[in-house]
T-cell receptor
Framework: QKEVEQNSGPLSVPEGAIASLNCTYS??????FFWYRQYSGKSPELIMS????GDKEDGRFTAQLNKASQYVSLLIRDSQPSDSATYLC???????????FGAGTRLFVKA | NAGVTQTPKFQVLKTGQSMTLQCAQD?????MYWYRQDPGMGLRLIYY???????DKGEVPNGYNVSRLNKREFSLRLESAAPSQTSVYFC?????????????FGEGSWLTVV
């Protein structure tokens, strides 16, 4: 079983819709959770981090964490074509240095 | 405003050749990392350096060596390249451990081993 699992997609949504990206993880003691965006041929960039159960909002992005279900999600409201990218879920177990990345979900936003 | 700089950007090697990927950061970060990214596999940690003078193995260290030359620089060496090492390599850095700290990535190095 992979430690961090994501649906590879592609996920296709129309412009203006809500895109919902999901991630599950296997290590129950995980403490820190991240969403990175990666455009094709580019390096990953952090868009959200979350450490506590519940929702965290930043502009059009909302991260949701449920530690009991070992589930992290990212909602993108009012999706734009510029949001088309691969979204990587990342989990850190002990506050240390070994962050585990999922394989990513490809998102396409159709104009 | 360079951030994390890695070289070379593209490299083609023959099986058995050696090479070193160079990485430098100008953000005064303590921790540095080398990841590889393969299709369908996500990013996998090869080695990391928690602070100057220390290095540790990550998920996939076999076939690689690293050197933390100073606080700014962290190099990755392939002693005898194999086709399985064809990948995109990312150097990264963070303030300290990743909890509460953003990992900043370099632009990537595309390596092909033939």
């Amino acid at each position: 079983q992979k430690e961090v699992e994501q649906n590879s997609g592609p996920l296709s949504v129309p412009e203006g819709a809500i895109a919902s990206l999901n991630c599950t993880y296997s290590d129950r003691v995980s403490q820190s959770f991240f969403w990175y965006r990666q455009y094709s041929g580019k390096s990953p960039e952090l868009i959200m981090s979350i450490y506590s159960n519940g929702d965290k909002e930043d502009g059009r992005f909302t991260a949701q964490l449920n530690k009991a279900s070992q589930y992290v999600s990212l909602l993108i409201r009012d999706s734009q074509p510029s949001d088309s990218a691969t979204y990587l879920c990342a989990v850190n177990g002990d506050g240390g240095f070994k962050t585990i990345f999922g394989a990513g979900t490809r998102l396409f936003v159709k104009a | 405003n360079a951030g994390v700089t890695q070289t070379p950007k593209f490299q083609v090697l023959k099986t058995g050749q050696s090479m070193t990927l160079q990485c430098a950061q100008d953000m005064n970060h303590n921790s540095m990392y080398w990841y590889r990214q393969d299709p369908g596999m996500g990013l996998r940690l090869i080695y990391y350096s928690a602070s100057e003078g220390t290095t540790d193995k990550g998920e996939v260290p076999n076939g690689y060596n690293v050197s933390r030359l100073n606080k700014r620089e962290f190099s990755l060496r392939l002693e005898s390249a194999a086709p399985s090492q064809t990948s995109v390599y990312f150097c990264a850095s963070s303030e300290a451990g990743v909890s509460g700290n953003t990992i900043y990535f370099g632009e990537g190095s595309w390596l092909t081993v033939v």
